[in-house]
């Protein structure tokens, strides 16, 4: 079995906003299944089978929804147990086994509950910037006497 190219989680953005929400992904070695156990015991698959696949990355997958520029994650959706030879080619090209569209819906509709207040949180603090005086308004004014 073939972890990740890198030990911690990989962050990588799609081209894409999703109802209005910028997308995310990323990619962190599947640790809470065993690689070997999920084929053979919960897939049926033989041993044969599974020696075909043993060297592929075993990962799992994490989609964010944020709001446009904003660093801050709205939504999530998680899928495990994801087997593949190249795992950032799986979640772009395979669209993540064909998982991705519900994945998208499943993070977009749960960052449309926090969208509000977020968006409020982020007004309020734009509020009470405009209320600082600007530095270059005391700077032009010079020393005082």
């Known amino acids: 079995m073939q972890s990740l190219k890198k030990s911690t989680k990989e962050s990588r953005q799609f081209p894409l ?11 962190y070695p599947e640790e809470d299944i065993s690689m070997e156990r999920h084929f053979i015991k919960e897939c049926g698959y033989t041993q044969k089978q599974f020696d075909k696949i043993r060297d592929f990355e075993w990962f799992r997958v994490v989609i964010n929804a944020s709001l446009p520029g904003d660093s801050e994650t709205l939504g999530r959706a998680h899928l495990g147990g994801c087997c593949a030879k190249d795992a950032h080619a799986y979640v772009k090209k395979e669209e993540i086994g064909g998982y991705l569209p519900q994945m998208l819906d499943e993070a977009v ?11 409020a949180d982020l007004k309020a603090v734009l ?19």
């Open 109 to 119: 509709a749960e960052a449309q509950k926090y969208a509000p207040q977020r968006i």
């Open 127 to 145: 509020d009470k910037a405009s209320e600082i005086p600007s530095l270059a308004s005391k700077a032009s004014k010079g020393p005082s006497l």
């Open 17 to 27: 906003v999703h109802q209005g929400f910028e997308i995310k992904y990323e990619v």
